[in-house]
């Protein structure tokens, strides 16, 4: 078997993902050693399984954090002592102490009103921040849910044996530049994985190129800075080769030839 039809058989997906069998592992290992040129193949999945599922997801800010440890309930309520005469007042002074009693409980009455109402005001902050955090977990449940699907899908697409995979290398204008098409023999669709691609200038878009007899057929324009993802572009019908250039932004009827980046055949 030639490593053209081990890439299109969907085997290399399944040992990446850890799903294939004991006999296929072996299989593989016995193909690393015929085809060395395989791994790098391997390493390009692990790559691209790596970037879709790997989203960043917002922080919990620390503020939140740092209120709920130090704020639930930490404060230890001041005691008040009423010290009360340890005789007992002559009668003549009775008003004078009972008075005196009447305001040590007024003034009692209002410290513990105080530290209640610090405690209450405590306790709302700490719901709301616990409200706050709620929703900073829901959030980043439902980015991992989207990270999730995106995953099966790219997967999906990696392991379908009716869909060709060409790499776009870079050329003179950046050579670190890279790319993969994933080519729908069956619907035409194409998708691009962005790899490598230096920033374009304001009012400048990338757009793929199918090449077919040697004629450019516009694929569509792509964002340069989504490498998180599949981008879905135009329907191909016949192409050899793909080609990448910076056009200006919506795309142009036909390439800037000495603006090309990025280029790659269909093996």
Same mark, same amino acid.
């Given at each position: 078997?030639?490593?053209?039809?081990? @890439?299109? $058989?969907?085997?290399?997906?399944?040992?990446?993902?850890?799903?294939?069998?004991?006999?296929?592992?072996?299989?593989?290992?016995?193909?690393?050693?015929?085809?060395?040129?395989?791994?790098?193949?391997?390493?390009?999945?692990?790559?691209?399984?790596?970037?879709?599922a790997?989203?960043?997801?917002?922080?919990?800010? $620390?503020?939140?954090?740092?209120?709920?440890?130090?704020?639930?309930?930490?404060?230890?309520?001041?005691?008040?002592?009423?010290?009360?005469?340890?005789?007992?007042? !002559?009668?003549? $002074?009775?008003?004078?102490?009972?008075?005196?009693?009447?305001?040590?409980?007024?003034?009692?009455? !209002?410290?513990?009103?105080?530290?209640?109402?610090?405690?209450?005001?405590?306790?709302?902050?700490?719901?709301?921040?616990?409200n706050?955090?709620k929703?900073?977990?829901?959030?980043?449940?439902? @980015? $991992?849910?989207?990270?999730?699907?995106? !995953?099966?899908?790219?997967?999906a697409?990696?392991?379908?044996?009716?869909?060709?995979?060409?790499?776009?290398?870079?050329?003179?204008?950046?050579?670190?530049?890279?790319?993969?098409?994933?080519?729908?023999?069956?619907?035409?669709?194409?998708?691009?994985?962005?790899?490598?691609?230096?920033?374009?200038?304001?009012?400048?878009?990338?757009?793929?190129?199918?090449? !077919?007899?040697?004629?450019?057929?516009?694929?569509?324009?792509?964002?340069?800075?989504?490498?998180?993802?599949?981008?879905k572009?135009?329907?191909?019908?016949?192409?050899?080769?793909?080609?990448?250039?910076?056009?200006?932004?919506?795309?142009?009827?036909?390439?800037?030839?000495?603006?090309?980046?990025?280029?790659?055949?269909?093996?």
């Amino acid at each position: 078997m030639e490593p053209g039809d081990i @890439i299109n $058989s969907g085997i290399l997906e399944s040992y990446v993902l850890g799903t294939a069998s004991v006999q296929e592992v072996a299989r593989i290992h016995n193909m690393l050693l015929q085809h060395p040129e395989l791994q790098q193949e391997i390493e390009r999945i692990e790559h691209t399984l790596l970037l879709v599922a790997s989203k960043d997801v917002p922080e919990i800010p $620390s503020h939140i954090k740092e209120n709920i440890r130090t704020k639930v309930f930490s404060e230890n309520a001041g005691t008040v002592v009423v010290n009360l005469a340890e005789t007992r007042p !002559a009668a003549k $002074s009775s008003y004078k102490y009972g008075m005196a009693a009447s305001v040590a409980l007024l003034i009692t009455s !209002a410290v513990v009103n105080v530290v209640l109402y610090s405690k209450l005001h405590v306790a709302e902050q700490t719901v709301a921040d616990l409200n706050q955090e709620k929703s900073v977990l829901a959030q980043q449940m439902e @980015i $991992s849910r989207t990270s999730l699907q995106e !995953a099966h899908a790219s997967i999906a697409l990696m392991g379908d044996t009716m869909m060709k995979t060409i790499r776009l290398k870079g050329l003179g204008n950046s050579p670190a530049a890279m790319a993969y098409v994933y080519w729908d023999t069956r619907s035409r669709e194409v998708y691009v994985n962005v790899m490598e691609l230096p920033a374009p200038p304001k009012g400048k878009q990338y757009q793929l190129w199918a090449l !077919a007899n040697g004629k450019p057929v516009d694929a569509g324009v792509f964002s340069a800075v989504d490498t998180m993802q599949l981008q879905k572009l135009k329907v191909v019908v016949e192409a050899d080769a793909f080609a990448v250039t910076l056009e200006k932004e919506g795309g142009n009827p036909t390439p800037t030839l000495s603006a090309m980046y990025l280029m790659g055949a269909l093996h």
